[in-house]
């Protein structure tokens, strides 16, 4: 309903809505006006019934009386040139609420056989009928009763009337209506009309030389001369708009030449910084190496020193041993203290050279695991224990304790130079960062395989991180070193490695003088070889 009231014209709408709202007015006024005489008809109805029924009773009192039935049967009778009385009882009363029959009259044609009483309000409309009982009174005391039905024909005939005359009234206000509204419609819809075309030239074909014509003083003359006006200054607004859009057009072209230019330029300097980036992250690694190779070399030279400097008693000892058995001089007891020292020089050989060998062996796993890049299956824990012990001339000078809390049976197939990066640079961050020279401090390494992933977790109990730098930790040259050595590398190498080449996530928690732990998780199907 309201689509189809949409799609109508302006005019139609003006037309059909006083068409509406006069026939809605005309039809509530003759309804209204109809309602007002019937009501007025039918009080004077019930008006003139009981004046009838009161001269009814006064005249029938005597008969009641006297119980003279058929002198109040001739009373009744008189009422046969009455056409709306239907029926009239006389009941004689003989008791208080008895009443009993005593003359009737009732219309030609009907025939009614019970003449009880029936007991009810002075008067009341049921049925179409009107129903009056009145008492008949002697000096004021009741003898009997009077009932008298009326029907509502002179209603109906009344309403019938009513309608005879006033539909014709209606029909003909409607025709009025309808040739006002036809007129009034042409003289606002016309000019509506041509304005609508107009603006519907001008929106979609752009015809700014498009005016109206309404001749008129009125509200709609003022619009039509303003559209016009307004398509004046449209037409001078759009002269300037494409004066202007080529303007735009040709700054446009310029300037996207000078962003082509910008862009290649920020391209060239953004390439150069990303390889300057993994140089210095390269440097950094190469330069954590040579650290490495340093502090090996130094560890080795003092099991070797220590070997040399036996070997050369030993010599010494064999020598005194060959000097005097060539002279034959050579005692029993000279024999037996010579054999000790010898082999007390060749068991402190034995052992330095076997502490030197598990320093090469250690370091010789992580410098070839940080250069190879190739996965293979390895135990976390014991390669661990390989990495401290390469980080050993580093650790000594310390004496923080190193807890280490991982199952023996954890293994990962995966590059052990990565893990081997992450936990050098994450204890290299505690002895630079979280403890003072002369401080002993704990770290700790743990880790934990569930159903879906594995957590490491690395935790010191250093001075924290304070929270302007935590924001940033893991972004490249942050440090709160910078001129004393540190790059700012460390902790943006160890994040590219968790999430680049092991594809999982890191986290940071820490707060000033509560200490520092990294929450590193990885994805089972990037650390086992079932994939692979």
Same mark, same amino acid.
């Given at each position: 309903?309201?689509?189809?009231?949409?799609?109508?014209?302006?005019?139609?709408?003006?037309?059909?809505?006083?068409?509406?709202?006069?026939?809605?007015?005309?039809?509530?006024?003759?309804?209204?006006?109809?309602?007002?005489?019937?009501?007025?008809?039918?009080?004077?109805? /019930?008006?003139?019934?009981?004046?009838?029924?009161?001269?009814?009773?006064?005249?029938?009192?005597?008969?009641?009386?006297?119980?003279?039935?058929?002198?109040?049967?001739?009373?009744?009778?008189?009422?046969?040139?009455?056409?709306?009385?239907?029926?009239?009882?006389?009941?004689?009363?003989?008791?208080?609420?008895?009443?009993?029959?005593?003359?009737?009259?009732?219309?030609?044609?009907? !025939?009614?056989?019970?003449?009880?009483?029936?007991?009810?309000?002075?008067?009341?409309?049921?049925?179409?009928?009107?129903?009056?009982?009145?008492?008949?009174?002697?000096?004021?005391?009741?003898?009997?009763?009077?009932?008298?039905?009326?029907?509502?024909?002179?209603?109906?005939?009344?309403?019938?009337?009513?309608?005879?005359?006033?539909?014709?009234?209606?029909?003909?206000?409607?025709?009025?209506?309808?040739?006002? *509204? =036809?007129?009034?419609?042409?003289?606002?819809?016309?000019?509506?009309?041509?304005?609508?075309?107009?603006?519907?030239?001008?929106?979609?074909?752009?015809?700014?030389?498009?005016?109206?014509?309404?001749?008129?003083?009125?509200?709609?003359? /003022?619009?039509?001369?303003?559209?016009?006006?307004?398509? *004046?200054?449209?037409?001078?607004?759009?002269?300037? =708009?494409?004066? !202007?859009?080529?303007?735009?057009?040709?700054?446009?072209?310029?300037?996207?030449?000078?962003?082509?230019? =910008?862009?290649?330029?920020? /391209?060239?300097?953004?390439?150069?910084?990303?390889?300057?980036?993994?140089?210095?992250?390269?440097?950094?690694?190469?330069?954590?190496?040579?650290?490495?190779?340093?502090?090996?070399?130094?560890?080795?030279?003092?099991?070797?020193?220590?070997?040399?400097?036996?070997?050369?008693?030993?010599?010494? *000892?064999?020598?005194?041993?060959?000097?005097?058995?060539?002279?034959?001089?050579?005692?029993?007891?000279?024999?037996?203290?010579?054999?000790?020292?010898?082999?007390?020089?060749?068991?402190?050989?034995?052992?330095?050279?076997?502490?030197?060998?598990?320093?090469?062996?250690?370091?010789?796993?992580?410098?070839?695991?940080?250069?190879?890049?190739?996965?293979?299956?390895?135990?976390?824990?014991?390669?661990?224990?390989?990495?401290?012990? *390469?980080?050993?001339?580093?650790?000594?000078?310390?004496?923080?304790?190193?807890?280490?809390?991982?199952?023996?049976?954890?293994?990962?197939?995966?590059?052990?130079?990565?893990?081997?990066?992450?936990?050098?640079?994450?204890?290299?961050?505690?002895?630079?960062?979280?403890?003072?020279?002369?401080?002993?401090?704990?770290?700790?390494?743990?880790?934990?395989?569930?159903?879906?992933?594995?957590?490491?977790?690395?935790?010191?109990?250093?001075?924290?991180?304070?929270?302007?730098?935590?924001?940033?930790?893991?972004?490249?040259?942050?440090?709160?070193?910078?001129?004393?050595?540190?790059?700012?590398?460390?902790?943006?190498?160890?994040?590219?490695?968790?999430?680049?080449?092991?594809?999982?996530?890191?986290?940071?928690?820490?707060?000033?003088?509560?200490?520092?732990?990294?929450?590193?998780?990885?994805?089972?199907?990037?650390?086992?070889?079932?994939?692979?």
């Amino acid at each position: 309903m309201r689509q189809w009231y949409a799609r109508l014209g302006f005019g139609a709408k003006i037309q059909l809505t006083i068409n509406i709202v006069s026939i809605s007015v005309l039809t509530l006024a003759i309804v209204v006006i109809g309602l007002g005489f019937y009501g007025e008809f039918k009080r004077n109805l /019930e008006h003139r019934v009981l004046q009838k029924s009161n001269l009814l009773a006064d005249a029938a009192a005597v008969g009641v009386v006297f119980d003279q039935p058929e002198s109040v049967n001739m009373l009744l009778s008189s009422l046969t040139v009455d056409e709306g009385v239907k029926t009239a009882i006389v009941y004689k009363k003989y008791g208080p609420a008895d009443y009993r029959y005593f003359s009737h009259y009732e219309k030609e044609g009907l !025939k009614q056989t019970d003449f009880s009483y029936e007991h009810g309000p002075v008067q009341e409309w049921r049925n179409g009928e009107f129903i009056l009982r009145l008492p008949i009174l002697v000096d004021s005391e009741e003898v009997g009763r009077l009932s008298l039905t009326e029907d509502d024909n002179y209603l109906a005939s009344f309403g019938f009337n009513i309608l005879k005359y006033m539909i014709p009234v209606l029909l003909v206000s409607l025709l009025v209506v309808w040739i006002l *509204s =036809r007129s009034l419609q042409s003289k606002l819809a016309a000019p509506l009309n041509d304005l609508t075309k107009a603006v519907h030239e001008v929106a979609y074909n752009q015809d700014y030389d498009r005016h109206v014509k309404i001749v008129s003083d009125d509200e709609l003359g /003022e619009l039509g001369s303003a559209f016009n006006l307004m398509l *004046s200054k449209l037409s001078e607004h759009e002269e300037f =708009r494409t004066e !202007k859009e080529l303007e735009i057009v040709e700054l446009n072209a310029e300037l996207e030449n000078k962003v082509y230019e =910008r862009t290649k330029e920020l /391209e060239t300097s953004l390439a150069n910084l990303q390889v300057t980036q993994d140089q210095l992250v390269e440097q950094e690694k190469m330069a954590s190496l040579g650290e490495l190779v340093a502090g090996v070399a130094h560890e080795i030279n003092t099991p070797i020193g220590v070997g040399i400097t036996a070997v050369s008693h030993l010599v010494e *000892s064999i020598d005194r041993i060959n000097k005097a058995f060539n002279g034959g001089t050579l005692t029993k007891k000279q024999f037996s203290d010579m054999l000790s020292a010898i082999l007390e020089s060749a068991g402190i050989v034995e052992s330095n050279l076997r502490r030197a060998a598990d320093l090469v062996k250690a370091f010789k796993a992580v410098a070839i695991d940080q250069s190879s890049a190739e996965p293979r299956l390895f135990a976390l824990g014991s390669y661990i224990q390989d990495i401290l012990t *390469s980080l050993r001339p580093k650790l000594k000078r310390t004496h923080h304790a190193i807890q280490i809390d991982i199952p023996e049976e954890l293994d990962l197939y995966c590059d052990p130079g990565v893990i081997s990066q992450i936990i050098t640079n994450l204890i290299m961050n505690s002895l630079n960062h979280a403890f003072s020279p002369e401080e002993v401090g704990v770290i700790s390494i743990r880790a934990r395989l569930t159903e879906e992933q594995l957590k490491l977790t690395y935790e010191d109990n250093g001075q924290g991180i304070d929270q302007s730098i935590l924001k940033r930790l893991f972004d490249p040259f942050v440090t709160t070193k910078r001129g004393q050595g540190g790059s700012g590398l460390g902790t943006h190498i160890i994040y590219n490695l968790v999430t680049q080449a092991l594809g999982g996530r890191i986290q940071c928690v820490s707060e000033p003088n509560k200490g520092t732990r990294f929450e590193i998780t990885l994805p089972l199907e990037n650390i086992t070889p079932v994939n692979h």
